[in-house]
């Protein structure tokens, strides 16, 4: 008589490994995220260490010279990034963070807080003709996510976390 395994054994062997197949799916997912976020973090903290640089050496930081709030990075569609409005991207702004930096992170990434957005934005702050400080939100994935250098703007805002970042005092 052949001895081989039942239909009943082949399901239950089957669905053992389909979950735990799908537990190692949503823990990479989990892991991409934080991995996401990390990255953005990391452009974030070198768009602060550039603006603090820029300062130093020019006595302002990165202007628009239009009082506009604009994209910091590249690879935007249409060169245009989200974040309420449609801001664009201002070569001249870029290069005067590209006098302190190698070169421009990419910031195209498209989150839904609560609708989409994308990328980050940097506006300056005005005193006397000059730009005397600035903001720049940008967006993480996750519900109240640590900012890194920023502040949850506003907190609870949904799904995904806004950030906002102002100048190191």
């Keep these: 008589m052949k001895r081989g395994f039942t239909l009943i054994e082949l399901l239950v ?14 823990s990479l997912e989990g892991a991409r995220q934080k991995s ?12 602060v260490t550039a603006a603090e ?4 050496e020019n006595g302002e930081y990165p ?19 989200y974040a309420n409005n449609a801001f664009d991207v201002d070569p001249d702004l870029d290069a005067d963070f590209l ?5 421009l992170p990419s910031a195209e990434r498209w989150i839904d807080w609560p609708n989409p957005h994308n990328g980050i934005v940097y506006g300056c702050i005005y005193t ?11 967006f993480l994935e996750g519900e109240s996510q640590n900012c890194g250098r920023g ?8 799904v ?3 950030c906002k970042v102002d100048p190191p005092k």
């Design 13 to 26: 062997v089957i669905s053992i490994i389909a979950l735990l197949a799908s537990i190692v799916i949503t």
């Design 63 to 81: 202007d628009d010279e239009d009082g506009q709030y604009r994209c910091l990075g590249e690879n935007y569609v249409n060169d245009e990034c």
């Design 36 to 47: 996401r976020n990390s990255k953005t973090i990391q452009a974030i903290n070198t768009y």
């Design 128 to 138: 006397g003709g000059l730009c005397s400080s600035y903001v720049m939100y940008f």
């Design 99 to 103: 006098t302190v930096m190698s070169s």
């Design 151 to 158: 502040s949850e703007d506003p907190p609870g805002g949904g």
């Design 53 to 56: 640089l820029y300062k130093d």
């Design 160 to 162: 995904n976390t806004r």
